[in-house]
């Protein structure tokens, strides 16, 4: 028996994707890139965006044609779109067998089960668990993994940001243990993986309830893993961005000189409507504090244009922030409702060609500032992890007979390393001499320092 899986969405959803196929497995059935000869079929969807909501439908919506060849497939909607629209999904969409929400991976096996010995027509589980156990479950490491690897410690946000769905479709924060976390993270080293990125909504507020050491705490934990060379974290939300975490990144020399802080908007009367609980002045002050301890950490954001209310001084606070604080990359949304996030009910909607006038002044602004601080990595030799081979050559630089590998730097910049045979292997964390810089990445040689 075959099964599919198809993946959008955060990093969150590509780890919960591992654990669908763990489950899968564990009752027959063999992962496989055909579409059209699978026996199963898993949409694990995102909600954040209409956009991403729009492509989750979409795809259900061609395999009608494809269900009507082969009657006895199994499609499932997993994710948070399952768990958003629960049993309105069977009502729109009677392709779909299966509706398995956020917390309910670890009832898949018994829901196939259940739909292919005919004891259901259908299922719907969208109920919240509070049980850590629920969520360990299937949360296997393979015995080979990639170099770079992603291991969740927390799920749920408790911040009701209010144009975000996350609360609700991913329910209150629970923590995993530390003894869970770092019996995983052993396993990864086991299995060559050589860093790891910790993942959580807010991975800032991990473990606070359950009383477990907190976050900065469990960095020196797993920094303490022989065999592990970096660990990087996603995602930290500004208002929680301790002292103490903050320092870590002059004191910990695993911990990546990286650190992506959302900071939505530059503008503090936004920031309130969007119940962000910081000022803009807040945030600069977090950001001086960690340029501090690491004069060359590399800071990410996000950006939310078009908020309800959003004037244009709003919007140029916005684009003097990132005149201000440079940041080396950032992700730029266009402001959508989402069904239950309370800006939904605002008013003074933003329209859509001011929404993409502004998402694309945005863009513009980074884009300029991103290859003016790439550019000055040109002649520097940095330390870069090979993750594997590059998906594209590095523009402009040989025809396509020259070999290329895609690594990070520890600042998370990605680099394209040309390498002859045997100089380079993947896994590898080797100095690279970097010759030119592009609107995204950097391209370099091995260096003689090697």
Partial sequence: MLAYVETIGCQMNVYDTERIQNALKSIGYTITTDLEGADIIVFNSCAI????????????????????????????????????????????????????GTHAIGSLPQMVTDIRESKRTSVVNVDFSNDISQFEAFATVPQKVEP???????QGCDNFCTYCVVPYVRSHEISRSPENIMTEIKSVIEAGGKEITLLGQNVNSY???????????????????????????TTSHPKDLS????????????LCGHIHLPVQSGSSAVLHRMNRHYTRDEYLDKVIKLRQVNPNIAITTDIIVGFPGETNEDFLETVSLLEEVRYDSLFAFMYSDRQGAPARLFPEK??????KERIHSVLKTQERITLEKLSLLVGTCQSVLI?????????????????QYMGRTNCNRIVHVAYTKN??????????????AFSHSLYGRLSDQS
């Fill in 350 to 355: 933003i329209s859509d060609f001011i929404k």
């Fill in 387 to 403: 993750e594997g081979e590059s998906p594209r050559l590095a523009d402009g630089i040989s025809d396509a007979k020259e070999d």
């Fill in 148 to 154: 770079s690897r992603f291991v969740t410690i927390m």
């Fill in 243 to 254: 002292e103490e975490l903050i320092s870590a990144f002059g004191s910990n020399p695993k």
């Fill in 423 to 436: 100089s380079v292997r993947k896994g590898a964390l080797i100095p690279v001499y970097i010759e030119r």
């Fill in 207 to 233: 473990g606070k309830k359950e009383g477990f050491p907190n976050f900065t705490e469990l960095l020196y934990q797993i920094s303490q893993l022989k065999g592990l060379e970096r660990i990087r974290f």
């Fill in 49 to 100: 965006r209409e956009k991403a909501q729009q492509k989750t439908y979409s795809f259900l919506g061609r395999l009608s044609a494809l269900k009507a060849k082969k009657t006895s497939l199994i499609v499932v909607l997993a994710g948070c779109v399952a768990q958003q629209d629960g049993a309105r999904v069977r009502n729109r969409l009677p392709v779909v067998d299966i509706v398995m």
